[in-house]
């Protein structure tokens, strides 16, 4: 009998049920989930400093003005207390996490809890105090996004923005750093690709290697709420000329990750016949106001909130009548938020 309540106890430990809960709901695919989301990604703030070609605050519109700018330390928190099985989380949504003042509070709550912890950034507000308080803070990871390598290029693509002053700031946080012999946060850089700035993967490369990252990631674009995906996808000859540049020799120096499922347009559609997304069924995207989303594309000014964290325990949302039926509409069919997304 010891050895039983030994063994229960430790696979308990291990969170050995939960994890077959959410693998066997990713592999059945059904209308209801088990176990408990791992991964979160949490909206600390809508607001942006920046009006990006390929982002909804480059649109017009989008957001209306009353929609809440940060969420607050303590608001995270309580977010934090209903997601008890969650071991990794993410800080961003559609706006600037480090235009948020309580972003140190916020990084420090998740540390504490010993979840993993980053958020993507534009590196705008990468000054030294900030990166001060980033590598004493625990942060896990810290991605900035560069979608060019020359000025002309990156202005048009991140409108507000300046790349000497990008590329400065996150020399500064490497340098830093070093000299504080931090092992964390690893710094990778994020490259969306989109038909109009492939040709700039060469110089962001040279960009990479020269500020010493951790890494290069590649990702595909979503396009914001725009319906015209030929705008925003790649063609296979731009998905080539991604490949060769990744296979130079100046890129080896760099660890790349390029995922086919969101760039390679040959994987990207058709859609109909190949849904594998597991979004629904293992994570969770909580938005600023504490919208509960099946994931971060499905936001709530496309009517896709499925409940209230700041309201509601997520017990009574994770399998309600709205999430149940979003999980078996995208397993039978293509939603129209699953459309445009390179991951659907």
């Not at 649109?59 to 207390?81: I, P, Y």
């Not at 949504?93 to 912890?117: C, F, H, K, Q, Y």
């Not at 004493?136 to 560069?146: P, Q």
Request: net charge positive.
């Amino acid at each position: 009998m010891r050895s039983f309540h030994s063994l229960r106890g430790y696979l308990k430990k291990k969170d050995v049920f939960n994890r077959a809960g959410l693998r066997f709901s990713q592999l059945v695919r059904g209308r209801h989930a088990f176990g408990q989301p791992k991964i979160i990604q949490i909206e600390t703030t809508a607001s942006c400093n920046l009006k990006c070609v390929m982002c909804p605050h480059g649109k017009d519109g989008v957001f209306s003005d009353g929609r809440k700018a940060f969420m607050t330390h303590q608001e995270f928190a309580n977010v934090l207390d209903k997601f008890p099985k969650a071991t990794s989380v993410s800080l961003q949504g559609v706006g600037e996490p480090m235009l948020n003042p309580d972003l140190p509070r916020i990084v420090s709550e998740a540390v504490r809890r010993g979840m993993e912890t980053g958020f993507y950034t534009n590196g705008t507000l990468l000054s030294s105090g900030n990166c001060e308080w980033i590598l004493r803070s625990g942060l896990n990871w810290i991605i900035v996004s560069l979608d060019a390598g020359t000025p002309e290029e990156f202005k048009r693509i991140r409108k507000g923005a300046d790349l000497n002053k990008i590329m400065s700031n996150l020399k500064g946080l490497i340098k830093a750093k070093k000299e504080l012999k931090a092992r964390n946060p690893s710094v990778g850089i994020m490259f969306v690709a989109m038909p109009s700035n492939v040709n700039e993967i060469s110089s962001v490369i040279d960009i990479a290697v020269e500020a010493g990252v951790d890494w290069l990631s590649i990702k595909g674009c979503h396009g914001g709420l725009s319906s015209n995906e030929k705008e925003w996808a790649v063609s296979e000859e731009d998905f080539k000329k991604l490949q060769a540049a990744i296979k130079t020799e100046k890129a080896k120096a760099l660890t790349i990750h390029m995922d086919s499922r969101e760039v390679d347009p040959r994987i990207r559609g058709p859609k109909k016949s190949r849904m594998k997304c597991t979004w629904a069924w293992e994570k969770t995207y909580i938005s600023v106001d504490g919208s509960a989303c099946p994931c971060c594309y499905a936001l709530p000014e496309l009517g896709m909130s499925v409940g209230n964290i700041f309201t509601d325990d997520f017990k009574n949302i994770w399998n309600n009548a709205k999430y149940t039926q979003f999980r078996e509409k995208i397993k039978n069919e293509v939603a129209d938020v699953c459309e445009k997304c390179p991951l659907y």
